[in-house]
């Protein structure tokens, strides 16, 4: 990861969310929630506020490409955690789409890594958000990858091909070689264009949020942003939606990257969290958008 103060602000309370999200196959549980998270038996349930009026997202002019920050030093990738603070109320609600390579089985033994509710809820609420999908998603659900990609309220990013470590230490996760990073982005994406999926941006979230500047000049040659995130809801393997909510609701600010999952196994609370934020957000008077808007608006 990047070595600075501000960093380490942001990513030390993320480390127990990633963890579940990142150990997703092995089985891990709520219990390593860690120091100073709401817990689901300790954390208060958010009450529900009535909705307002939602406000229409914005969408990008037909064939603009995406926006994206400039490379770092030596041709890095550049990191993008939140937007402008002085920018407005904006948020944007952001789902990574796991599988790693070792789910296939226990997908066809019926496990569900996919949220079809979720997707739905956030059509009906007329809510923007970016899907940060890895390919081996894409190809074990198509037709949602493709649905996702399609509706102009989503853009589909990358979150890697088989949710690979990039750098170590990363939550025991398998890890892909250095050599073979800049390979593995472009392999996610290229599975996203066989499954049909349209609107894609140039964005790539490391699994397990860890990186190095290595990795990152590793992938500068993909000409994609990393993002990452400044809101951590803790929704991976929790039991239960108040917290989740909770967790939301007292950290965004003007900007925030909301991190959320997009996978019933690993997160069965999320749809419910996000009937509840969301009416919040905007009885606070905050609009979603997509983080292309975010990444527009620097």
């Given at each position: 990861m990047i070595d600075s103060p501000r960093a380490r602000r942001v990513l030390a309370p993320a480390a127990a969310a990633l963890l579940c999200g990142a150990l997703a196959a092995c089985g891990a549980d709520d219990s390593a929630a860690g120091p100073g998270k709401p817990s689901a038996a300790s954390a208060p349930a958010v009450k529900p506020t009535a909705p307002?009026?939602?406000?229409?997202?914005?969408?990008?002019?037909?064939?603009?490409?995406?926006?994206?920050?400039?490379?770092?030093?030596?041709?890095?990738?550049?990191?993008?955690?939140?937007?402008?603070?002085?920018?407005?109320?904006?948020?944007?609600?952001?789902?990574?789409?796991?599988?790693?390579a070792d789910q296939d089985k226990r997908a066809a033994r019926g496990e569900r890594f996919d949220n079809p509710r979720l997707i739905a809820t956030l059509r009906r609420l007329k809510v923007p958000a970016t899907v940060f999908m890895t390919g081996k998603w894409a190809e074990q659900y198509p037709d949602q990858a493709r649905s996702i990609g399609g509706d102009p309220l989503f853009?589909?990013?990358?979150?890697?091909?088989?949710?690979?470590?990039?750098?170590?230490?990363?939550?025991?996760?398998?890890?892909?070689?250095?050599?073979?990073?800049?390979?593995?982005?472009?392999?996610?994406?290229?599975?996203?264009?066989?499954?049909?999926?349209?609107?894609?941006?140039?964005?790539?979230?490391?699994?397990?949020?860890?990186?190095?500047?290595?990795?990152?000049?590793?992938?500068?040659?993909?000409?994609?942003?990393?993002?990452?995130?400044?809101?951590?809801?803790?929704?991976?393997?929790?039991?239960?939606?108040g917290p989740v909510a909770e967790a939301v609701l007292s950290q965004?600010?003007?900007?925030?990257?909301?991190?959320?999952?997009?996978?019933?196994?690993?997160?069965?609370?999320?749809?419910?969290?996000?009937?509840?934020?969301?009416?919040?957000?905007?009885?606070r008077g905050y609009e979603f958008v997509r983080v292309s808007d975010l990444i527009a608006g620097r």
């Open positions: 307002t009026a939602p406000t229409a997202p914005a969408t990008p002019a037909a064939g603009s490409p995406a926006p994206t920050l400039p490379p770092g030093p030596g041709g890095a990738a550049p990191v993008f955690s939140h937007g402008k603070r002085d920018g407005g109320k904006r948020v944007a609600l952001t789902f990574d789409a796991d599988m790693t853009e589909v990013a990358n979150h890697s091909y088989a949710h690979h470590a990039f750098s170590t230490p990363c939550y025991k996760l398998p890890t892909v070689p250095l050599k073979g990073a800049r390979a593995d982005v472009e392999r996610a994406f290229d599975a996203f264009r066989r499954a049909g999926v349209k609107n894609t941006v140039p964005y790539f979230r490391f699994p397990g949020g860890c990186h190095n500047d290595a990795v990152l000049r590793a992938i500068g040659p993909t000409k994609a942003t990393a993002v990452q995130w400044d809101v951590v809801s803790g929704d991976a393997f929790a039991k239960q939606a965004v600010k003007p900007g925030s990257v909301v991190v959320m999952h997009c996978t019933r196994s690993a997160a069965p609370v999320t749809e419910e969290a996000i009937r509840r934020i969301v009416p919040e957000l905007r009885a």
